[in-house]
C-alpha cells in the first residue's frame, strides 16, 4: 500500500507526463500540418502564428510573451493547482514549438485537406490530454477556464467561439479560403477536444419505471457495479404509485442494463439520456 505522500507524488508525475506529451503533440501538429500551409490555431498559438508569418519569429517565442501577461492576471481568477499545471503546459508547449519548428521537412504533406484534418485531430488530442490533467497552455484557454467556472459552459464551445473570433483575423494575413479550412480544423479540433475530455465512453442516465423495481434494481447492482436510486413517482392517469429506478451508466453498460431489464420485466418502461458530467463513486472527477 502506498503512502499518501508517495501516491500524491505519483499523481502529480502522470499528470506532468501527460501535460509534456500533450504538448510535445500539439506542437508537432503545428508544425507538421498547419504552419507549413499557413493555416492558423486559436488564441494565443493563432497569434503568434500570425506573428510568425509575418515577422519570420517561431512561435514558441511569441507564444511565451504572449501568455505571461494573461498568466498574471490569471492568477486571481483561477485556483492555484490549475494555474500551476498550466504555467507547466505554457513552457512545454514554447518549448516544444520551438524545438520542433523545422519537424515540417521531414513530415512532409502537401495535401491541404489531409492536412487540416491531421492537424486538427493531432492538436485536439494534445490540448484535450492537457484539458484532462486539469491544466491548460494559457492564453484564451485561462480565459474559457473562467468563463466555464461562471456558468458552467462545455469548454470546447467557448474554445471554438473565442479563438474563432481571432481565426477570422487571418483572412487579412492569408486570404478567405486559407481561413475556411481552419475554421473547419477549428471545428473539428473542438469535437476531440470535448471527446477527450469526457472519455470516450459516455455517461447516460437511464430511469426505469417497473412493477419489478426491487428486482430490476439488485440485478443491475450485482451484474453491472453501478449504485442505483429509487424515485417515487405516481402514474397520472392510474393514480398508482411506483419506484422509479434511476441510474447513471457508461454506454458500453448500456446494452447489458437493457437485456436485465428486459430478461426480468419485458413491459419496463426505460429512458435513456446523455449525462453531460458525472462525478463521484465510480466515476471520474471532471477535468475542468
Not at 428486482?215 to 443491475?220: D, G, H, L, Y
Request: charged share 20%; aromatic share 10%.
Amino acid at each position: 500500500m502506498l503512502k499518501k505522500g508517495n501516491s500524491d507524488f505519483i499523481e502529480i508525475f502522470s499528470r506532468i507526463c501527460w501535460i509534456l506529451s500533450g504538448s510535445l503533440l500539439y506542437a508537432v501538429a503545428i508544425n507538421a500540418f498547419i504552419a507549413p500551409h499557413k493555416l492558423l490555431s486559436g488564441g494565443v498559438a493563432g497569434i503568434a502564428l500570425l506573428l510568425q508569418y509575418g515577422l519570420k519569429i517561431p512561435s514558441g517565442y511569441w507564444v511565451l510573451a504572449l501568455n505571461i501577461p494573461i498568466f498574471i492576471v490569471g492568477l486571481r481568477k483561477i485556483d492555484k493547482d490549475f494555474h500551476f499545471f498550466s504555467i507547466i503546459g505554457m513552457f512545454s508547449m514554447s518549448a516544444f514549438l520551438i524545438m520542433t519548428k523545422d519537424i515540417g521537412l521531414l513530415l512532409k504533406v502537401d495535401d491541404l485537406v489531409i492536412s487540416t484534418l491531421f492537424g486538427a485531430v493531432i492538436s485536439g488530442l494534445g490540448m484535450g490530454m492537457i484539458f484532462r490533467n486539469k491544466a491548460s497552455q494559457g492564453g484564451t484557454d485561462i480565459i474559457a477556464v473562467i468563463i466555464k467556472k461562471m456558468n458552467g459552459a462545455k469548454i470546447s464551445t467557448l474554445y471554438f467561439i473565442l479563438n474563432g473570433t481571432i481565426v477570422l483575423m487571418g483572412i487579412f494575413v492569408t486570404n478567405l479560403e486559407l481561413t475556411l479550412y481552419t475554421v473547419t480544423l477549428m471545428y473539428i479540433k473542438s469535437l476531440v477536444i470535448d471527446k477527450v475530455i469526457q472519455g470516450f465512453d459516455q455517461k447516460k442516465m437511464v430511469l426505469v419505471v417497473t412493477s419489478k423495481a426491487e428486482e430490476v434494481s439488485k440485478a443491475i447492482m450485482e451484474d453491472i457495479g453501478r449504485g442505483t436510486t429509487f424515485l417515487y413517482g405516481e402514474g397520472a392517469y392510474t393514480g398508482i404509485k411506483k419506484k422509479i429506478i434511476y441510474c447513471i451508466i457508461t454506454s458500453r453498460e448500456l446494452l447489458r442494463a437493457k437485456k436485465i431489464i428486459e430478461n426480468i420485466d419485458s413491459t419496463a418502461f426505460v429512458s435513456v439520456a446523455d449525462a453531460s458530467e458525472a462525478q463521484g463513486n465510480g466515476f471520474l472527477r471532471p477535468a475542468i
